[in-house]
Nanobody, 125 residues
Framework: QVSPVQSGGGSVPTGGSVRLSCVVSKYAVNDNCVAWFRQIPGKDFEGVGGIYLDSGDTYAADFVQGRSTVSQDVSKKTVSLQITNLQPEDTAMYYC??????????????????WGQGTQVTVAS
């Protein structure tokens, strides 16, 4: 299994934006989406958003609704996550994953198969 390769991230000021990219060269047979997760120090992983590969439909967690965009460039095998108006509470390690996505009880669910290496986003207060 070849893992996704991430780029982007770094330190940004409050109110700034960040664009994270994820190059995926191989998918598992059940993968139908690329999802983004994050882990804030001392807390569990939480889903940020994702994109269905066939339809291009996207979803986003409530905490980034209206300030995030997930997109894909099929020719470059790249999925990107852009978040604007970043706040200090967005400081986290962000991961892209190839996954089997579905809607469970009205909520987006992603079962990861392969994880990117992670990229740190630090929002200066």
């Amino acid at each position: 299994q070849v893992s996704p390769v991430q780029s982007g991230g770094g330190s940004v000021p409050t109110g700034g934006s960040v664009r994270l990219s994820c190059v995926v060269s191989k998918y598992a047979v059940n993968d139908n989406c690329v999802a983004w997760f994050r882990q804030i120090p001392g807390k569990d992983f939480e889903g940020v958003g994702g994109i269905y590969l066939d339809s291009g439909d996207t979803y986003a967690a409530d905490f980034v609704q209206g300030r995030s965009t997930v997109s894909q460039d099929v020719s470059k095998k790249t999925v990107s996550l852009q978040i604007t108006n970043l706040q200090p509470e967005d400081t986290a390690m962000y991961y892209c994953v190839t996954a089997a996505c579905s809607i469970v009880n009205g909520l987006a669910s992603a079962v990861p198969s392969s994880w990117g290496q992670g990229t740190q986003v630090t929002v200066a207060s």
